[in-house]
């Protein structure tokens, strides 16, 4: 890892990048500028580190050092550590670090775990950075306040990933003490309760946030309330809560993209208004207004293999329908368990469409997937397990770099031949419906319940529930039908008690690939998160102190060894 001195130094320089400015309502930056602080240019960086992973460009100068930069990004580290582990697909390449992540078998000395754990700290140095040397008039506090959201964000992410985390807010070159879990979780509930009403109540541009976004994370918290707070004597749901936050944040500035927003292009093919919210022009299209938090993309002035490059890439080869730019890496693709939320086993054995024709079969306009090329002698099968090719299973096309403005396929052309331009809706007011139906549920309220979930099912054009078809497999399959494949399978399953453990052993969630095997097989509690690097443990004094040296607490604070794993 750049150590924090060297890397505050680079941050404050200049960094490149032209386009996005504008969006973010600062000057550009320049590239010759000096190490002194430039408070417009930092808080473009602040909200950057969301994008970019170094101070060139794709390659080349990265954020944290013997990491392969293009896997260094924010979002796609969490992103794989997030999906890789469940039943939403396959990463087929053998990237360094990947493999144990597919099959539940890392530790402290994984790159990708390491990787995640560096990129959080350093954005969140990042951002104590700005803090502590911006201004303090009325413009300057805005920015802090956005500042603080963006700093929160990555103290969400550590503490939904790991089980104890650093925490600092302050500048220092001390080396941080750890939070537990439950520290971490109270303090963000202060924090981000102070940002619904710091932050505006209606953001600046598309870019950036205001307080429906902290309502929309505080919500998250809350509903995630047991697995962050367990073992704490006395501890109870926070249902009432979450619901409370969900309501809050539907009653801000934002609105799902409905069905009667699809287009029919010149040639004839529909783009459903689901589609629309994962294509190249999802700033103008009306998904702008759905997503809460939307990272910037553009191919000619935000180039990152770590945002929507690799998801758009990844899940395509050369016999698919064209996609918008010519990259194609035949990476990724759905497990059997995936497609089955949407088919049947016996229907999907034969079932031949692709992502514009998949969505009538299924009758559910959530259902991007293909499951063959344009060769017909190449027909993508659900075959299951660990070693499958590429071709073993289908395809998982959800974000494209098509244009829905412009005629289907081959005139859709970005910017760039080669990079998308397609923003990633990180946070989308979607998921406050799915709260409220799942928090409604849990106090045993199936009418709302039902009727949040129908919101979204009506967006797709899919089958209304009844109230009484509400169970707790219908939400957490219909977690995964609106959001499979956006980084968040992982955290939805463990609170379902489906993903390790005992509890999740009682439940026995089955998919192909869980822990290397094609049947389910009962895993340790400690899956449930990822550990503190091994040099972390080693290198900073207050881990042991903090963590380590608590009565009761487990082998290296986190269930993994102390020291050499």
């Known amino acids: ?203 600046a541009s598309k870019y950036r946030v205001d307080q429906t976004a902290a309502n929309l994370l505080l919500a998250r918290l809350y509903l995630n309330a047991m697995v962050y707070n367990d073992g704490v004597e006395g501890f109870t749901p926070q249902w009432d809560k979450a619901l409370e936050y969900a309501n809050k944040a539907l009653a801000g500035n934002y609105k799902l993209l409905e069905a009667k927003d699809s287009t029919v292009s010149a040639s004839g093919v529909v783009y459903s208004a689901y589609q629309k919210l994962f294509m190249a022009d999802n700033d103008i299209n009306g998904a702008q207004d759905e997503a809460v938090l939307m990272i910037y993309q553009d191919g000619n002035y935000c180039q990152s293999y770590g945002v929507v490059q690799f998801l758009v890439a990844a899940t395509r080869d050369a016999n698919m329908v064209p996609w918008g730019v010519s990259t194609q890496w035949k990476c990724f693709r759905t497990s059997p368990e995936m497609v089955y939320k949407f088919f049947t086993a016996e229907k999907a054995a034969n079932v031949k469409a692709d992502e514009y024709e998949m969505r009538y079969i299924a009758k559910d306009d959530r259902a991007i997937l293909c499951s063959y090329t344009d060769s017909t002698t190449n027909k993508w099968k659900l075959t299951g397990g660990q070693t499958a090719e590429f071709y073993d299973s289908w395809a998982c096309p959800k974000f494209s770099a098509v244009y829905s403005t412009a005629e289907h396929p081959s005139k859709s052309v970005g910017s760039s031949s080669e990079w998308a331009d397609t923003d990633v809706p990180l946070i989308r007011i979607a998921e406050a419906y799915m709260i409220k139906a799942e928090a409604s549920f849990r106090k045993g309220d199936t009418q709302t319940a039902a009727a949040a979930i129908n919101v979204l099912r009506n967006r797709a054009n899919a089958k209304l529930v009844a109230e009484a078809d509400v169970t707790e497999e219908l939400i957490i399959d219909e977690w995964c039908r609106e959001f499979w494949g956006e980084g968040r399978r992982r955290s939805d399953l463990i609170r379902f008690n489906r993903f390790a453990g005992p509890a999740a052993d009682a439940n026995k969630y089955q998919w192909e690939g869980r822990a290397g095997k094609t049947s389910y097989t009962s895993v340790d509690a400690k899956w449930n998160w990822y550990p503190v690097p091994s040099a972390d443990k080693m290198a900073n004094p207050n881990f042991k102190k903090d963590i380590v040296a608590k009565p009761g607490a487990m082998d290296g604070g986190d269930g993994y060894g102390y020291g050499s794993n």
Not at 64 to 70: F, S
Not at 103 to 131: A, S
Request: proline share 3%.
């Open 1 to 203: 890892m750049k150590t924090v001195n060297k890397y505050l130094l680079i941050a404050a320089a200049a960094l490149t990048l032209t386009a996005c400015v504008d969006d973010l309502n600062t000057k550009p930056l320049d590239e010759h500028s000096t190490t002194s602080f430039d408070q417009n240019q930092m808080f473009t960086k602040c909200y950057q580190t969301l994008a970019l992973t170094g101070q060139q460009g794709p390659a080349g100068d990265g954020d944290i050092d013997d990491l392969d930069e293009g896997t260094s990004a924010f979002y796609r580290l969490m992103w794989e550590l997030n999906e890789f582990p469940t039943d939403e697909g396959w990463w087929i390449w053998n990237d360094v670090g990947l493999a144990d992540i597919r099959v539940m078998n890392w530790n402290g000395e994984n790159d990708l775990v390491k990787g995640l754990y560096y990129r959080f700290n350093i954005d969140i140095k990042l951002c104590n950075h700005f803090l502590a040397n911006a201004g303090s008039d009325a413009e300057s506090e805005k920015q802090k306040a956005e500042v603080r959201f963006i700093r929160a964000l990555n103290y969400y992410y550590l503490l939904d990933l790991f089980y104890v985390a650093p925490f600092s807010i302050e500048e220092s070159t001390d080396y941080p003490h750890f939070y537990t879990r439950p520290d971490l979780y109270k303090w963000l509930i202060g924090e981000l309760q102070d940002l619904t009403t710091l932050l505006p109540a209606t953001r």
